[in-house]
């Protein structure tokens, strides 16, 4: 028999894992699972309480720092669970609204439709981190986080059928500082400044966590030692400054915006306006079930307006969306209605219907109705919202719900940009009224095309009978001040039920109705002929955002192959073969 190998040679030895160099993306870092799903959870608890109704605006910061810490662990697939959590906590309470107008299922469904792009958000990010040079830059992730954050969030608003921006961060922060900078980036610079304070409000916490756990001569639960290190290699402990750094660099950027030089001046005369909130007789889906029942409220609801002011001191009487449940050009007795509501008034009406061609389908329409003169000009809804107005995939999603069926005639887009032109007697001209029917106010280049085509002033028919007692109706209106400050345009958001509401170019909520009462408004509105930075940077804010983030993850899948053939070449030299 053979006598055993000396215990000196090498192939005696038992095999040991190759050793992961301090920067391996598989090493275990960040807190438990347990935990990230917890934070990830109360993040998007916490963001949409940031959003109207109780908009307490830096709840965002926090919802977004508590899901950058949420996602510190190193592995792909848990990083979209955590995403996911984090997207669902947020948009089943903000998205609620869907459960009210539609069923359970549909609200479902789109809040883990929105929830999935949160999740490409997790895994992402867990990708782009492994690129050394960011890693080990806490500050840099910061930014980093930001870009991919808002990176997401603009893909969401682009699809898919036409996407859907409800909930972008931007939309939190209209009564806050941070609200102005949309003057000089829109949505985009804004959403990137909210996500850029809680992700240094994440790198300061975190930070101050290590330096206790170092402290305490501990390992950090990201695997470094108490001194920043593994192994002899350093792990990027963080300076001694960073923490203040941090959150100085956070307060800065809340406070910078209020440099921004808001101007709420006219600069091409004032517009007098009435709107009229008709209201319905019950919220929810019965709300247009009785024949010109609606009609009639907003009837009744402009010549009310001849309480506050006398025929022909109105420049033009603003109706909501499907203020008129008829399409008075097609009904005799409602043209005669509206064109002697008009006379009374002595000014134009512009009235929310429905066209439907013969051709099939219907039009969501906002006519310019000159008394004794009838339709002088249109706005047809350009981007229908989907599931609302038309019905994708009708067939296959009636097998999980007979609330495809809600929708009978399926909306057609319109193809003109958002611009009514009124001929205001007074002012002895043409004022190109920008228009953008209900849901339409999310998409920011709507309301820009609109602005770049000469309109003066903003005016936003919606229709929220549908989503009784919730928040849809003040979520819109935050999206109409943040509208205001992007284009420097006075907005007037006119609801059937409410809420409605004057907004002044800077932003300022002037007046406001409640919901589901009859009120009218009148408003001298500043008209102004100046494009702000925001509207001539056009679309560029966000390519640069979205380029940004898909170079941020190319970076780290590049870094991340090229250390796995490293922990691979390793372990074939350390079997005494050769590396690949």
Same mark, same amino acid.
């Given at each position: 028999?053979?006598?055993?190998?000396?215990?000196?040679?090498?192939?005696?030895?038992?095999?040991?894992?190759?050793?992961?160099?301090?920067?391996?993306?598989?090493?275990?870092?960040?807190?438990?699972?347990?935990?990230?799903?917890?934070?990830?959870?109360?993040?998007?608890?916490?963001?949409?309480?940031?959003?109207?109704?109780?908009?307490?605006?830096?709840?965002?910061?926090?919802?977004?720092?508590?899901?950058?810490?949420?996602?510190?662990?190193?592995?792909?697939?848990?990083?979209?669970?955590?995403?996911?959590?984090?997207?669902?906590?947020?948009?089943?309470?903000?998205?609620?609204?869907?459960?009210?107008?539609?069923?359970?299922?549909?609200?479902?469904?789109?809040?883990?439709?929105?929830?999935?792009?949160?999740?490409?958000?997790?895994?992402?990010?867990?990708?782009?981190?492994?690129?050394?040079?960011?890693?080990?830059?806490?500050?840099?992730?910061?930014?980093?986080?930001?870009?991919?954050?808002?990176?997401?969030?603009?893909?969401?608003?682009?699809?898919?059928?036409?996407?859907?921006?409800?909930?972008?961060?931007?939309?939190?922060?209209?009564?806050?500082?941070?609200?102005?900078?949309?003057?000089?980036?829109?949505?985009?610079?804004?959403?990137?400044?909210?996500?850029?304070?809680?992700?240094?409000?994440?790198?300061?916490?975190?930070?101050?966590?290590?330096?206790?756990?170092?402290?305490?001569?501990?390992?950090?639960?990201?695997?470094?030692?108490?001194?920043?290190?593994?192994?002899?290699?350093?792990?990027?402990?963080?300076?001694?400054?960073? $923490?203040? #750094?941090?959150?100085?660099? @956070? /307060?800065?950027? %809340?406070? +910078? *915006?209020? =440099? &921004?030089?808001?101007?709420?001046?006219?600069?091409?005369?004032?517009?007098?306006?009435?709107?009229?909130?008709?209201?319905?007789?019950?919220?929810?889906?019965?709300?247009?079930?009785?024949?010109?029942?609606?009609?009639?409220?907003?009837?009744?609801?402009?010549?009310?307006?001849?309480?506050?002011?006398?025929?022909?001191?109105?420049?033009?009487?603003?109706?909501?969306?499907?203020?008129?449940?008829?399409?008075?050009?097609?009904?005799?007795? $409602?043209? #005669?209605?509206?064109?002697? @509501? /008009?006379?009374? %008034?002595? +000014? *134009?009406? =512009? &009235?929310?219907?429905?066209?439907?061609?013969?051709?099939?389908?219907?039009?969501?329409?906002?006519?310019?109705?000159?008394?004794?003169?009838?339709?002088?000009?249109?706005?047809?809804?350009?981007?229908?919202?989907?599931?609302?107005?038309?019905?994708?995939?009708?067939?296959?999603?009636?097998?999980?719900?007979?609330?495809?069926?809600?929708?009978?005639?399926?909306?057609?887009?319109?193809?003109?940009?958002?611009?009514?032109?009124?001929?205001?007697?007074?002012?002895?001209?043409?004022?190109?009224?920008?228009? %953008?029917?209900?849901?339409?106010?999310?998409?920011?280049?709507?309301?820009?095309?609109?602005?770049?085509?000469?309109?003066?002033?903003?005016?936003?028919?919606?229709?929220?009978?549908?989503?009784?007692?919730?928040?849809?109706?003040?979520?819109?209106?935050?999206?109409?001040?943040?509208?205001?400050?992007?284009?420097?345009?006075?907005?007037?958001?006119?609801?059937?039920?409410?809420?409605?509401?004057?907004?002044?170019?800077?932003?300022?909520?002037?007046?406001?109705?409640?919901?589901?009462?009859?009120?009218?408004?009148?408003?001298?509105?500043?008209?102004?002929?100046?494009?702000?930075?925001?509207?001539?940077?056009?679309?560029?804010?966000?390519?640069?955002?979205?380029?940004?983030?898909?170079?941020?993850?190319?970076?780290?899948?590049?870094?991340?192959?090229?250390?796995?053939?490293?922990?691979?070449?390793?372990?074939?030299?350390?079997?005494?073969?050769?590396?690949?």
């Amino acid at each position: 028999m053979a006598a055993p190998a000396p215990l000196t040679d090498p192939a005696s030895r038992p095999a040991s894992p190759p050793r992961r160099p301090a920067t391996d993306p598989q090493a275990p870092s960040g807190v438990s699972r347990l935990v990230a799903v917890l934070l990830a959870v109360v993040g998007g608890l916490v963001t949409d309480a940031a959003f109207p109704d109780r908009g307490w605006w830096p709840a965002a910061f926090a919802g977004v720092a508590l899901l950058f810490v949420a996602l510190r662990r190193d592995d792909a697939r848990w990083g979209a669970l955590v995403g996911l959590a984090w997207g669902l906590a947020f948009f089943l309470p903000h998205l609620y609204w869907a459960n009210e107008a539609t069923d359970t299922v549909p609200w479902v469904a789109l809040s883990v439709m929105e929830a999935c792009f949160v999740a490409v958000l997790g895994a992402g990010w867990v990708w782009a981190r492994r690129w050394p040079w960011l890693r080990a830059r806490p500050a840099a992730q910061a930014v980093a986080f930001a870009v991919a954050f808002v990176g997401v969030e603009q893909a969401r608003t682009e699809v898919p059928f036409g996407g859907f921006p409800w909930g972008r961060l931007a939309f939190s922060q209209a009564a806050s500082p941070l609200g102005r900078a949309a003057w000089l980036g829109g949505e985009v610079l804004v959403s990137l400044l909210v996500a850029l304070v809680g992700s240094l409000l994440a790198v300061a916490a975190v930070a101050l966590w290590r330096a206790r756990t170092r402290a305490a001569g501990g390992t950090d639960a990201d695997g470094t030692d108490a001194d920043g290190t593994d192994g002899g290699a350093r792990r990027g402990r963080p300076s001694r400054f960073l $923490v203040p #750094a941090s959150l100085l660099a @956070a /307060a800065a950027l %809340v406070a +910078a *915006p209020l =440099l &921004v030089p808001l101007d709420d001046r006219a600069q091409s005369g004032t517009l007098e306006v009435g709107a009229v909130q008709g209201n319905v007789a019950e919220p929810g889906l019965g709300s247009f079930a009785n024949r010109a029942e609606v009609l009639d409220n907003h009837l009744d609801g402009t010549l009310a307006l001849l309480d506050q002011v006398e025929p022909g001191g109105l420049d033009v009487v603003l109706w909501p969306e499907n203020g008129s449940d008829l399409d008075p050009q097609e009904a005799r007795d $409602v043209a #005669a209605a509206i064109d002697d @509501a /008009a006379t009374e %008034v002595d +000014a *134009p009406i =512009l &009235v929310g219907a429905q066209e439907f061609p013969a051709t099939g389908g219907r039009y969501n329409v906002a006519l310019l109705w000159e008394p004794g003169t009838g339709v002088v000009d249109r706005y047809a809804k350009q981007h229908p919202a989907p599931f609302g107005e038309y019905m994708p995939m009708r067939s296959f999603l009636r097998l999980f719900s007979d609330q495809v069926d809600r929708v009978t005639i399926d909306m057609i887009p319109g193809t003109e940009t958002g611009v009514v032109d009124l001929d205001a007697e007074r002012l002895g001209r043409t004022v190109p009224l920008g228009v %953008v029917i209900c849901f339409e106010v999310a998409y920011e280049e709507l309301v820009r095309d609109a602005v770049t085509s000469g309109a003066e002033v903003l005016v936003v028919p919606t229709n929220n009978a549908s989503f009784g007692y919730t928040a849809e109706s003040t979520q819109q209106l935050a999206m109409s001040q943040l509208r205001a400050i992007a284009t420097g345009r006075a907005t007037v958001q006119v609801s059937t039920v409410g809420v409605s509401g004057v907004i002044a170019p800077d932003g300022e909520l002037l007046q406001r109705t409640g919901l589901f009462t009859a009120d009218q408004l009148v408003a001298s509105l500043p008209l102004r002929t100046d494009l702000t930075p925001a509207v001539r940077a056009g679309a560029v804010p966000a390519a640069v955002v979205g380029a940004a983030a898909l170079a941020l993850l190319a970076c780290g899948v590049v870094a991340g192959v090229r250390e796995r053939r490293q922990v691979s070449a390793r372990a074939v030299c350390q079997d005494g073969g050769e590396p690949a």
